[in-house]
């Protein structure tokens, strides 16, 4: 609906045809009958919208157009907006559309679809297609680990701790930060800990006093963006997810799939994601996660490894890509007489 972004350069050279209506707020009104002039003339199968604002933007056009299979997408569990929001008011207003419009609805989580439930959507419309990912090496078939941290100035002799993710208050930054200083005083050995995502340069300021605090002992890296994320996510001893709202997160997929020992927050799907299992601790809680991150460093390497292992053999196991598209191929095929 907006541009391109990462994915439409490459679905090109997959030969898949990709239309950018480049909508905002200015030009809305005027970019809009692009869609039904694309609707009308693609003539699909399926319609299959993504996130609050395309399912009802969407949804809505597609069905004044005569389609009839039109299924939305969910991602998230928690609606942290304000009441007063436009993104809310899309909500409630999708909430009501979700009995008429949308043949299906997709949620990427068992959380997800309960939530909107609460909030008025159709329950029995709702399904539940987890992320599926597709099998790749484990960190240990990947680059040297020294060569890699050498590569990005990581201290040789560190433990390296860290999280990918965009700097918004919904990522929790703000929480592990918080937890530093008490992880570094009960550490035995030297700390790193990295942050990539848009903003990461913005927590520089926060981490400066630990770094003054702690000396030698403490130090970070911080990245806007990274092309190889699988590269810095296996200099990794711990990643950390220490959000407050989630869906499905994929860089702790991410992470797991490459055999990572994990702590993260109790939000969205992480539960089904890792198990039940210690690492999994209550969102904004500092205390909580800073005790999970110190455990697991005060482990062995062959406990690390043991944990890591148990984590990739649940994302190939529950999540791959294969059971993935089978689910949406078996959503698809319901009801198509109707």
Known sequence: MTGEGYFGPKLRELGITVHSLGLNKRNFLIRLPKLFYILKNTHADVIQTWMYHADLIGGLASYLLGYRNIYWGIRNTEIPQSKFSTTYIVILVNAVLSHFIPKRIICNSKSGSEAHIKLGFKENKLRVVHNGYQNKSSRSNYKSQKIIRSKYGIPAGSQVCGTIGRCDILKGHKYLISSLSDVVYNSDCDLCFVFVGKGAEGLKIYLDPIKKEFGAKFSYFVKE?????????????????????????NALAEAMLLGIPCVATNVGAVREMLGD??????????????????????????????????????????FDIETMKQSYHIVYQEDQSQ
């Open 225 to 249: 963006h990274l092309d190889d994320v699988d590269e810095i996510l296996s200099a990794l001893d711990i990643f950390c997810l220490p959000s407050i709202s989630e869906g499905f997160p």
């Open 277 to 318: 299992v210690t690492e999994v601790v209550a969102p904004a809680d500092t205390q909580a996660l800073g005790r999970s991150i110190s455990d697991l460093l005060k482990m062995n390497k062959e406990q690390k490894q043991q944990i890591g292992q148990r984590n990739r053999e649940r994302i190939l196991t529950f």
